[in-house]
């Protein structure tokens, strides 16, 4: 099989083989890494490379409705996406004057709610933030920085609730433990023992993080 792929040439001594949510292929390489070396290289993962590429292609055909903006999640559930002339979310659809207001409805209707959460699951951790805030990110649900700012994708009120308070934890573990070291995930463990399995229930929505 053959298969289409972005190669980028960098300085880097070593060679990197991934493939986005939307089955996009892309090689990081040396500048001077020849096409034949690089072409033995795929085919040296084409093991691994085909099983990524069915998983997340059974994933895009489960979700169709929401790769096609036909529905949307809510807290986990499909729920239609109208688009009309106004902004809302009720129980059995959604409602959005465009796709661009999405981030807008989402962020004015959950994020306090979101935030507020967040607080208590700091303080029953004894986890501290300095601060919480939202924006919308690419391939990311959430990000913590050296000073213990947390800031959440507002596209996790679209993931069920244990899913959000994984997330909440992950982050808040991040300002003791900044890198993904083995104390940082014993850490991770402590407040959430059942994180692996949820790790893979997450990698099931990353897909969504690259629509809006």
Request: hydrophobic fraction near 35%; proline fraction near 3%.
């Amino acid at each position: 099989m053959e298969y289409d792929f972005k190669i980028i040439r960098s300085r880097r001594k070593s060679v990197s083989l991934s493939v986005s949510p939307e089955n996009e292929i892309t090689v990081r390489c040396p500048q001077k890494f020849s096409e034949s070396r690089i072409n033995a290289f795929i085919a040296n993962k084409r093991g691994w490379l085909e099983n990524i590429l069915a998983k997340n292609q059974i994933k895009l055909s489960e979700n169709k409705s929401i790769v096609g903006y036909e529905e949307i999640y809510v807290f986990g559930k499909k729920v239609p996406l109208i688009i009309c002339g106004k902004n809302e979310i009720t129980e059995t659809a959604l409602y959005v004057k465009n796709i661009k207001q999405i981030k807008k409805l989402f962020i004015s209707r959950f994020w306090e709610e979101f935030k507020t959460n967040a607080g208590k699951i700091s303080e029953s951790t004894g986890l501290n933030a300095k601060s919480f805030s939202v924006r919308a990110y690419k391939r990311r649900w959430g990000c913590c920085d050296l000073k213990g700012n947390v800031t959440f994708n507002y596209l996790l009120f679209m993931l069920p609730h244990r899913l959000q308070n994984y997330v909440i934890i992950h982050e808040l573990c991040h300002t003791v433990r900044f890198n993904h070291t083995p104390e940082f995930w014993r850490l991770v463990e402590r407040f959430e023992p059942d994180y692996k399995k949820i790790r893979t229930e997450l990698k099931g929505y990353d897909y969504i993080t690259n629509l809006y």
